[in-house]
């Protein structure tokens, strides 16, 4: 499993890259092997502030939809549309071409309520 150590993570299962004030934003190595065959990604909150813990998106594999939630707060600045022609990145590079969105973060001291490699490691029993 790869949890790497300079990201952020939720109980979620989504991880962080803060650059910055902007944080890209995607779903772990763990998530994406649970969810199986990753076949679409929606987001529909480009140009939108969203509160952390609400949805921003969802993502789509062959049995399941499964609901994205926003890590921190802040506007949607882009979102990563190479997804659109090649979901299955989400599953053979989540840390890197599989990212979802780019976030202008609201308040960067949300970034401590994330939980470190270890942390989350805890979470999923690793």
Request: aromatic share 8%; proline share 3%.
């Amino acid at each position: 499993m790869n949890i790497p150590v300079e990201l952020k993570y939720t109980k979620d299962h989504e991880w962080v890259r803060i650059e910055g004030d902007v944080a890209t934003i995607g779903i772990t190595d763990f998530a994406q092997s649970e969810l199986g065959d990753i076949v679409y990604v929606d987001v529909d909150t480009l140009d939108e502030t969203v509160e952390a813990d609400e949805v921003f998106g969802s993502v789509e594999a062959v049995k399941t939809v499964s609901d994205l939630f926003m890590p921190v707060t802040g506007e949607v600045i882009e979102f990563n549309e190479g997804l659109e022609d090649d979901p299955e990145h989400v599953n053979s590079d989540p840390y890197g071409a599989g990212w979802m969105i780019k976030v202008k973060v609201a308040d960067i001291a949300d970034i401590e309520n994330l939980l470190d490699a270890e942390a989350y490691k805890k979470v999923i029993g690793a």
